[in-house]
């Protein structure tokens, strides 16, 4: 168990290869000793790898003891669709849902009947009540769409007003973001838990081109740093267990309720994180 009710979650994409699922099997193995409350499985942009994803998080849900969550996605897709896909869910005993937009694909026109998140957390409400947990995303640097702070907020605002249970973050590495997004909540009259999302460091120049394209910022002193290993992965990824163990244990301090992190099927750099933060018994 965590101390103080942190909660910890882990999150997967879902694998598709043998070897990938082979993987992530493990994965999940030895995640299960970080007192999981729960592990979410993505969904492709237009839910390109929808497929993919009922299959890994039926194999959660029925072969570990820790629930399945899938993110799902509204964009594209017809209410129809949608409701088709929560009641494959729920015939398969799920009850937590990661609730999302979703990116509109390269060739797609049509956004779907669900404009925005806020539109599938109502949907969801609706059809099926009390019987989903939902989580919504939260972006404490502003989504990149977003014109400023004020309308992000507003729009975070929405979704949780809908239905939302909780808010899951974009990662960050800089804790300002997260305490400033927090007094914005306040200000705001949100007070449903905002669980940091934590993104170890694998690979430093990956981490800096996703982290383009989803707006997240790296701190200049990171990046200075990283630039001295720059040929040594060892020491990158030994870097960014240090600096993100330390900003999670500030996290902490502040008050975070727990962490979602990003695994990317991984194990090992996210059992390091966790493990110094000392907050297993």
Known sequence: MTTHQLELSY????????IGREKLAQTRVELAELDPRFYSVTFGAGGSTRD?????VIDIQQNTTVDACPHLTCVGATNAEIIDMLEKYRQNGIHRLVVLRGDLPSGMVGMGECKHASDLVRLI????GDHF????AAYPEA????????SEIQYFAEKM?????FAITQYFYNSDSYYNFMELCARNQISKPVIPGIMPIANFDNLKKF???CGAEIPRWIKKSMAAYENDLDSQRQFGIEIVSRMAQELIQYGAPGFHFYTMN?????????QNLNILE
Not at 11 to 18: S, Y
């Open 11 to 18: 999150e997967f994409f879902p694998p598709r290869t043998d």
């Open 52 to 56: 993919n994803t009922l299959e890994t």
């Open 125 to 128: 409400r609706k059809q099926f």
């Open 133 to 136: 947990t939902l989580a919504v």
């Open 143 to 150: 989504h990149p769409n977003s014109k400023n702070m004020l």
């Open 161 to 165: 007003n809908a239905g939302a249970d």
């Open 211 to 213: 982290s383009k394209q």
């Open 266 to 274: 991984q194990s090992s750099l996210t059992r390091s994180i966790v």
